[in-house]
């Protein structure tokens, strides 16, 4: 599905040049769950940042369905403004640390927000969805009415809406308790396991970061795999 060819990043700071990125390679097949654990500062946001197209790298590339053949439309790296509104609507979920829930609306108003933006509105999936995640009871509550593990599902929901085959979170469970932890980690792999939808989960927790099939270490600009 994505193919990270060399891809290196950087920035100055005080007149110093410092590489958080150096030549990295990864393969992101459908239906793959991959964590990366790391440092802080170590570049991981940086990395899932590049892969939403949010941010573009100082070289490199990042191929749609791992073609071979770069610059023909498919490298996201270079994607206009436009084409890379289109590519986060479609194509890719995200999920915060710190939930990023719409506070003035109920919670099915919540997860139906990508799906309706991106016309892609299927009823009985989102109720699949909803069950799944042990959220429908809630549906007509406000986020501030529910617990941080509860507000975090609701967030998982709204990023798997759209059916988007790549899901992307930034470490979904730092603001979570060790019991909510587990509980919203495993449901997070599981429910894109039965969605084949490719998951990649930057993580401070080894715990959370063994439920994934790849684990990879971004260390000093290099992901290694552990």
């Not at 990125?21 to 991959?34: F, P, Q, R, V, W």
């Not at 790298?57 to 206009?80: A, K, R, V, Y």
Request: aromatic share 4%.
């Amino acid at each position: 599905m994505l193919a990270l060819k060399d891809l290196k990043k950087s920035y100055t700071d005080a007149g110093e040049h410092h590489t958080i990125l150096n030549n990295i390679n990864l393969t992101i097949n459908a239906g793959d769950s991959i964590s990366i654990q790391g440092a802080s500062g170590s570049g991981k946001s940086t990395l899932l940042h590049l892969l939403a197209a949010l941010d573009k790298p100082d070289s490199g590339e990042i191929l749609l369905n791992n073609s071979q053949q770069p610059n023909q439309g498919n490298d996201i790296t270079h994607f206009t403004e436009k084409q890379a509104d289109a590519y986060r609507q479609f194509r890719v979920g995200l999920i915060f640390q710190k939930f990023n829930l719409i506070d003035c609306i109920t919670v099915m108003e919540n997860v139906m927000l990508p799906a309706k933006i991106t016309g892609n509105v299927r009823g009985e999936y989102i109720q699949e969805l909803l069950d799944a995640l042990d959220i429908h009871r809630h549906i007509n509550k406000l986020p501030s009415q529910l617990s941080g593990g509860e507000q975090q599902r609701v967030a998982i929901a709204r990023g798997l809406s759209h059916q988007p085959p790549l899901l992307l979170a930034d470490e979904p469970t730092g603001n979570l308790d060790s019991k909510n932890s587990d509980l919203v980690s495993h449901l997070l792999v599981n429910t894109c396991k039965k969605l084949n939808t490719a998951l990649v989960m930057v993580t401070h927790s080894q715990k959370v970061a063994l439920l994934t099939q790849q684990q990879w270490y971004l260390d000093d600009g290099r992901l290694t795999q552990i």
